[in-house]
């Protein structure tokens, strides 16, 4: 089981990002993938899931409006696009999965599949 997050880097407030979570080693389609991010001194925190299918989608109300996740099957990949990035979405961002469940609705844990994270900034 591999998830590979990519895409991070620098950008300047207002800016435009997408990440990539490539993902092997399990059905593509049976299980919700997320995204977390986590800011300096603080906890991560879960932004956004896809649900296995594909027709559900979770946001946190930090980034309701601006992100959009969505996956591409023939590509075994989730992609989060961030748009007018401000210096709060600063931080290393995490795709994970629970590989138990293809809904959104239990977040994956500590002792479940996490790919390394990619880092964020947003900065002048």
């Known amino acids: 089981v591999q998830l590979q997050a990519s895409g991070g880097g620098l950008v300047q407030p207002g800016g435009s990002l997408r990440l990539s979570c490539a993902v092997s080693?399990?059905?593509?389609?049976?299980?919700?993938i997320a995204w977390f991010r986590q800011a300096p001194s603080e906890e991560r925190e879960r932004i956004s899931c896809?649900?296995?299918?594909?027709?559900?989608?979770f946001y946190a109300n930090a980034v309701k409006g601006r992100f959009t996740i969505s996956k591409d099957n023939a590509k075994n990949t989730v992609y989060l696009e961030m748009n007018n990035l401000t210096p709060e979405d600063t931080g290393v961002y995490y795709c994970?999965?629970?590989?138990?469940?293809?809904?959104?609705?239990?977040?994956?844990?500590?002792?479940?599949?996490w790919g390394r994270g990619t880092q964020v900034t947003v900065s002048s």
């Open positions: 080693g399990f059905g593509f389609d049976d299980y919700a």
């Open positions: 994970a999965t629970t590989l138990k469940y293809s809904s959104c609705t239990i977040r994956p844990g500590r002792s479940d599949y």
């Open positions: 896809i649900n296995g299918g594909g027709g559900s989608t």
